[in-house]
């Protein structure tokens, strides 16, 4: 069996002191430590994620794509919520689940860099569809 999570963590979830630091009206201080940089996306891309199954997991034309993805969506939730600290595997399961979602709502990583909420992606993403159909 292979663990993600750390659910043995004390304090139950990263140190979310550490990573209100990290930001500054949408953007991460390049003198942070790389290792804080790659926690604040991967709980910027866990809370998307996580956001995003709990608002369409009962949609039907969601369920092909949260089932291809029963590892990275549960994980982002318990990450995002703080209910568990990811280990470095979690890591790839959600990078591979958000890059899923990044490709199936034809935006890249950079349009979506500064956001960390599924409303503020759903509106780039139509943004940039109504810039495709024009």
Same mark, same amino acid.
């Not at 430590?33 to 994620?49: A, G, T, Y």
């Given at each position: 069996?292979?663990? @993600?999570?750390?659910?043995n963590?004390?304090?139950?979830?990263?140190?979310?002191?550490?990573?209100?630091?990290?930001?500054?009206?949408?953007?991460?201080?390049?003198?942070?430590?790389?290792?804080?940089?790659? @926690?604040?996306?991967?709980?910027?891309?866990?809370?998307?994620?996580?956001?995003?199954?709990?608002?369409?997991?009962?949609?039907?034309?969601?369920?092909?794509?949260?089932?291809?993805?029963?590892?990275?969506?549960? @994980?982002?939730?318990?990450?995002?919520?703080?209910?568990?600290?990811?280990?470095?595997?979690a890591?790839?399961?959600?990078?591979?689940?958000?890059?899923?979602? @990044?490709?199936?709502?034809?935006?890249?990583?950079?349009?979506?860099?500064?956001?960390?909420?599924?409303?503020?992606?759903?509106?780039?993403?139509?943004?940039?569809?109504?810039?495709?159909?024009?």
């Amino acid at each position: 069996m292979i663990f @993600l999570v750390d659910a043995n963590e004390p304090s139950g979830g990263p140190d979310e002191s550490k990573l209100a630091g990290l930001i500054n009206y949408n953007y991460i201080d390049p003198s942070v430590d790389p290792q804080e940089k790659e @926690l604040f996306s991967l709980m910027r891309k866990s809370k998307i994620l996580a956001q995003f199954l709990i608002k369409h997991e009962e949609d039907d034309w969601a369920q092909a794509f949260i089932k291809h993805n029963d590892v990275g969506f549960p @994980l982002a939730r318990f990450i995002s919520n703080g209910t568990a600290t990811p280990l470095p595997k979690a890591y790839e399961f959600i990078d591979a689940t958000y890059a899923m979602l @990044l490709d199936a709502m034809e935006v890249s990583e950079q349009d979506v860099l500064d956001v960390d909420n599924l409303d503020d992606f759903v509106v780039i993403v139509e943004k940039r569809k109504e810039e495709r159909d024009t």
